[in-house]
């Protein structure tokens, strides 16, 4: 099943401990990007990369670190978690050629990881 | 830079009855639109998409969103609506001659429908 897996699911944690939220994704997809879910603010795109070893900033990327070393992977980083970082994380994916603006356009996303920063 | 508004938090309609959904958009240049559903606990996905061509879109679950150039909207519309429909509903927009990855989502609109 083709599928965009986020792993933890829930986390609640304290401020200054590194967590990491991993993202993989079976679907050979080239490009996979991280957003945050906030109420009132919708989706903000926070790191995105449009290939191995590519990656670039999105509009939140403060406190956060991605890495792209493996096709499939797109983990997200927090090296020092802060209260403000509380939120709903997702990752997504899609081809390259089905990126959001060439393409079919469809990004699919994971389930979603609540993370909880005290 | 390139924004999404949803005027709505919510919408709430019964059911049977037709549902329309706002959105309206700001970009330089030709938009690229899409509509997608996220439904409770879940990750969005994706409903539809304008790109170019007829004005009406036709997607997934009976949805269809009407691209109007003159009003910047791109509004989300089903004839008869299911309580299944009751979720969050998210616009996004892109600019075709921007960079792929810059897809702006505006910040949602409740649907409820109820018996």
């Known amino acids: 099943e083709a599928q965009v897996t986020q792993n933890p699911r829930y986390l609640i944690t304290v401020t200054g401990k590194k967590l990491t939220v991993t993202c993989s994704q079976n679907?050979?997809?080239?490009?996979m990007s991280w957003y945050r879910q906030d109420p009132g603010l919708g989706l903000r795109q926070i790191y995105y990369?449009?290939?191995?070893?590519?990656?670039d900033k999105g509009d939140v990327p403060e406190g956060y670190k991605v890495s792209r070393k493996e096709k499939r992977n797109f983990p997200l980083i927090l090296e020092s978690p802060s209260p403000n970082q509380t939120s709903l994380y997702f990752c997504?994916?899609?081809?390259?050629?089905?990126?959001?603006?060439?393409?079919?356009?469809?990004?699919?996303f994971g389930e979603g990881s609540r993370l909880t920063v005290l | 830079a390139q924004s999404v508004a949803q005027p709505e938090d919510q919408v709430n309609v019964a059911e049977g009855n037709p549902l329309t959904v706002k959105c309206t958009y700001s970009?330089?240049?030709?938009?690229?639109l899409f509509w997608y559903v996220q439904y409770p606990n879940r990750g969005l996905q994706f409903l539809l998409k304008?790109?170019?061509?007829?004005?009406l879109v036709k997607g997934s679950y009976g949805f269809e969103a009407e691209f109007n150039k003159s009003q910047t909207s791109f509004h989300l519309k089903k004839p008869s609506a299911l309580v299944s429909d009751s979720a969050l509903y998210f616009c996004a927009v892109s600019n075709r001659a921007g960079t792929a990855s810059k897809l702006t989502f505006g910040t949602g609109t409740r649907l409820q429908v109820t018996l």
């Open positions: 997504a994916s899609s081809h390259k050629t089905g990126t959001p603006v060439r393409g079919t356009g469809e990004l699919f």
């Open positions: 970009v330089s240049g030709n938009p690229y």
């Open positions: 304008y790109i170019t061509g007829d004005n």
């Open positions: 990369s449009m290939n191995v070893e590519v990656t």
């Open positions: 679907m050979n997809h080239e490009y």
